[in-house]
């Protein structure tokens, strides 16, 4: 073959690259390599063809594979440059495979590959590790400062270029929607610091710097879901960042400890107005490129590469450094991000990166292109991009990245519609079913009427309109429309389908042998006795429900309330608080039932 690329087995590293070489290349010029299994979750990545991962009962024969895999390759692409040290030893006994390597430099494998001189065993990892970037044949920069970088710490003469990764086409379909939307309606700004929890990103100099504006409107985003204290060396440095964010910025930050899906961390980045990124070497290009498409505000230090990158081009970033002289309204002024959004287009969108790459191979050994370029279409991008999108959202759900301990598989995505006093009792509700048992993750509120409300939860708020907002497959509703009828509109009017949640507060006794309808909202101290038949989006609130009664949909059946054998409660009826239902009574449809109504046992 023509290239072998030598990838790591990730779905949010890789998808994007291989996708765009199948999409413009032909299959056979380019194979794709795992030097490790590929984990099941990332095994998705196989589906593009001519994937393949080191194989072998053994060590031996996995080197065998390894050795005859690279050996039949004109050139082999390293992904990235950071492997075991059984894998440098291999490559450094075997100088002919570095000849015809190409090298495309990320950043870490640049910048942080050397360990602490501090044991023979480090000196040693960083004697092979030099050796075989000394001795590669090719090198790949990602800017014009890594490529400085490289001739002046690794080798002058071996020939670097400069070619950017791209960014995939579903997120500039997702972020050109993104880009034609407004402010968020609460006021509140949304912080972004660094992407990862390496130290390099001086998370405490940006807090400490930020800490004369805890008392504004704002909100923190820390992703810390690799780097130090999350599987790799030092624990302590993260320990430390959350102590300094508990002490100046309490309820007012969220530390990610779980990666977000890449197209759910496109939405969540065009929801942050400011992001901070402080190290001194090239990193977060990805992240800075998605942020400065869709409007947002990028601090970087002035003393990094990418500064003075940007900068060079003509894209507006700010100086991390110059934070602790901004006054608030300076720092959280709205930047003008037409030309970036412009330049960023031209050169990682898929449609016009992928002939940068074509002059690369050109130059070293020019493979075919696709007459027809190949369409790969991701389900889940079709979904965000029929949303309707009006406003940033007022609250952005990351609880299921919160806690890497958590499991949350089972745990159900759920919207709330309504904020009125009935919206605001499920958000207890929802609090009380979670104490228990973690069922549900809350994304906000849907209401048409208010753009933003204040309530005794915090955060959580109205995240859009109920006529405007788009249900992803993922995502239950429940209606807490208090008024039958108006419920009944509002459910009967929204034309997409929705998967409708029914919610049961854990103080409640409901036999197994009573039926319950979706949607429907059950209070507690409630009880629903045998052969009960309760229907479509009713609310059940503290009431007693006796054997073989019959509700109807759209019920409203209030604290206290008895209902007794044999009774129906037709559609839409409401039953106020501490009214009997004598036996087989049938209340008539929409009726509204008091005390004082004739229906007291």
């Not at 594979?65 to 040290?85: G, M």
């Not at 508990?246 to 890449?262: A, G, H, R, T």
Request: net charge neutral; charged share 20%; proline share 4%.
């Amino acid at each position: 073959m023509k290239y072998l690329h030598i990838i790591p087995p990730s779905k949010r590293m890789m998808d994007t690259y291989i996708r765009m070489i199948r999409t413009y290349f032909k299959e056979e010029d380019h194979q794709f390599y795992f030097i490790s299994t590929c984990p099941n979750s990332e095994r998705v990545l196989f589906k593009y063809g001519n994937v393949h991962e080191m194989i072998g009962k053994n060590r031996y024969e996995k080197a065998i594979n390894l050795y005859r895999t690279l050996k039949s390759a004109n050139h082999i692409i390293w992904h990235s440059f950071i492997y075991p040290n059984r894998i440098m030893l291999f490559l450094s006994c075997n100088p002919r495979f570095l000849k015809k390597s190409i090298w495309i430099m990320w950043g870490l494998d640049l910048h942080n590959w050397k360990l602490p001189a501090n044991s023979i065993h480090n000196i040693i990892k960083n004697f092979l590790n030099l050796h075989c970037r000394k001795m590669i044949g090719h090198a790949i920069a990602l800017v014009e400062q890594d490529k400085e970088y490289f001739h002046a710490q690794i080798s002058s003469k071996i020939p670097c270029d400069v070619v950017p990764l791209p960014l995939s086409e579903d997120a500039f379909a997702l972020m050109d929607r993104y880009n034609q939307n407004k402010p968020r309606a609460n006021g509140k700004t949304f912080i972004q610091i660094a992407h990862n929890a390496y130290a390099f990103n001086q998370h405490l100099e940006i807090l400490q710097a930020l800490k004369k504006f805890k008392d504004e409107n704002l909100r923190l985003y820390l992703p810390l879901s690799y780097g130090n204290g999350n599987g790799n060396r030092d624990t302590r440095y993260v320990s430390e960042v959350k102590a300094v964010l508990e002490e100046d910025f309490s309820n007012k930050y969220y530390c990610l400890s779980k990666l977000i899906p890449p197209l759910e961390y496109t939405d969540f980045l065009w929801n942050i107005d400011i992001a901070i990124f402080n190290a001194n070497r090239q990193n977060a290009l990805g992240n800075i490129l998605r942020l400065l498409y869709m409007g947002n505000k990028v601090f970087l230090r002035s003393d990094g590469p990418l500064y003075n990158f940007f900068i060079n081009h003509g894209i507006n970033v700010y100086d991390s450094t110059e934070i602790k002289n901004m006054s608030y309204d300076e720092f959280i002024i709205k930047p003008d991000n037409t030309l970036a959004q412009r330049w960023i287009r031209e050169n990682y969108h898929p449609m016009f990166n992928y002939k940068k790459w074509c002059m690369l191979f050109q130059n070293i050994e020019p493979c075919t292109l696709n007459e027809i370029p190949l369409k790969y279409v991701d389900p889940s991008a079709e979904m965000l991009l029929s949303s309707q999108i009006t406003y940033k959202r007022n609250y952005i759900n990351v609880t299921p990245y919160l806690n890497a301990r958590q499991n949350y598989t089972n745990v159900k995505r759920l919207v709330i519609i309504g904020t009125g006093l009935m919206g605001r009792n499920v958000l207890q509700l929802v609090n009380d079913i979670n104490c228990q048992k973690l069922n549900w993750s809350l994304d906000g509120y849907l209401d048409n009427e208010f753009l933003t409300f204040q309530n005794a939860m915090g955060d959580i708020d109205i995240i859009g309109t109920i006529s405007g907002w788009y249900f992803t497959e993922n995502q239950y509703a429940i209606c807490a429309i208090e008024d039958s009828i108006k419920r009944q509109q509002l459910i009967t009017s929204i034309k997409q389908s929705v998967i409708y949640a029914s919610l049961i507060h854990p103080f409640t006794m409901i036999s197994e042998h009573s039926v319950l309808g979706e949607g429907c909202i059950v209070g507690p101290f409630s009880s629903i006795c045998e052969g009960a038949h309760i229907g479509n989006h009713t609310f059940v609130l503290g009431a007693l429900i006796q054997n073989d009664v019959h509700i109807g949909d759209y019920c409203t059946i209030k604290n206290g309330v008895i209902i007794k054998y044999g009774a129906t409660i037709k559609a839409g009826a409401t039953i106020e608080e501490n009214v009997v239902i004598p036996e087989n009574t049938t209340i008539p449809e929409y009726s509204h039932i008091t005390l004082g109504s004739g229906c007291l046992g």
